[in-house]
């Protein structure tokens, strides 16, 4: 049996839900590698990680929980943005990280919906947890947005 000198004890930082998700975020921000010149850029916001992965642009929110007010209008500001910046573009929202959202923040999303297609984009969803593919199954949301299970195969639908 290890003696109490010998055990490694965890620095309470470890534990801190808002250094645990500033961590998070951070190593979202990163770029480990990229893969060809040109293939793959990336933009960080405090909501969204924007990347282009051959000419896609992929939005990949950063919260797991999309409820409260301020939340959604930075995201909501920070999708604005992202349309204003790209003109005609395809984008892919990823919601790998969303594990809750609110009815405020799919007026948010038809809203977008509607920027992309003025500006004659093409705009598809992925990687959305099953409550809130039922969320959008309940809604029609589900009939309005072309959804995937996986990144991967939303970038080869475009």
Not at 47 to 71: K, M, P, S, W
Not at 107 to 133: N, S, Y
């Amino acid at each position: 049996m290890p003696e109490d000198s010998d055990r490694v004890t965890p620095s309470p930082s470890l534990f801190n839900p808002r250094e645990r998700a500033e961590r998070r975020k951070n190593r979202r921000n990163q770029v480990s590698h990229l893969f060809g010149i040109g293939t793959m850029t990336r933009t960080a916001y405090p909501r969204v990680l924007v990347e282009t992965i051959h000419g896609v642009t992929i939005a990949n929110f950063a919260d797991a929980e999309i409820l409260n007010e301020e939340v959604i209008g930075e995201v909501d500001e920070q999708l604005q943005e992202l349309i204003g910046g790209l003109g005609q573009a395809d984008v892919l929202l990823n919601f790998r990280e969303v594990r809750l959202m609110s009815s405020t923040m799919l007026a948010v999303l038809l809203k977008f919906a509607r920027r992309v297609t003025a500006a004659e984009g093409r705009l598809k969803l992925c990687c959305i947890a099953p409550d809130l593919a039922q969320v959008f199954k309940i809604t029609r949301f589900d009939r309005i947005f072309e959804i995937y299970d996986e990144e991967s195969k939303a970038l080869d639908s475009f």
